[in-house]
Nanobody
Framework: VQLQASGGGLVQAGGSLTVSCRAS????????MGWFRQPPGKEREFVAS????????VYGDSVKGRATISRDNAKNTVYLQMNSLKPEDTAVYYC?????????????????WGQGTQVTVSS
């Protein structure tokens, strides 16, 4: 399985951005999907997770109310839309596929990882 993240870039504070992650190799429609991010010099942190059906989602405290995770199983793609971006949202954003269909915030529960896409928010 390969996960290809895209859509990162440079955006001004207060702006919006949507990053995408497309899976190839096999369907991940039975797997929960997640987004994590790694700010410069910091550890990777949980951003959002969505269950296999797309009917439920959970968000990290730092993005709650500003982020929306969604998925299109027909396209084998998961999305992360972020609004009201802040400079502290600057990070490499990684998508990941979990070992099960249940939402999880735990990094070790994800066994497939994309290469990451850089999001930079200017003040």
């Amino acid at each position: 399985v390969q996960l290809q993240a895209s859509g990162g870039g440079l955006v001004q504070a207060g702006g919006s951005l949507t990053v995408s992650c497309r899976a190839s190799g096999r369907t991940l429609s039975n797997n929960a999907m997640g987004w994590f991010r790694q700010p410069p010099g910091k550890e990777r942190e949980f951003v959002a997770s969505i269950g296999w059906s797309g009917g439920g989602a959970v968000y990290g405290d730092s993005v709650k109310g500003r982020a929306t995770i969604s998925r299109d199983n027909a396209k084998n793609t998961v999305y992360l839309q972020m609004n009201s971006l802040k400079p502290e949202d600057t990070a490499v954003y990684y998508c990941a596929a979990s070992t099960s269909g249940m939402i999880t915030t735990t990094l070790n529960h994800y066994n497939y990882w994309g290469q990451g896409t850089q999001v930079t928010v200017s003040s």
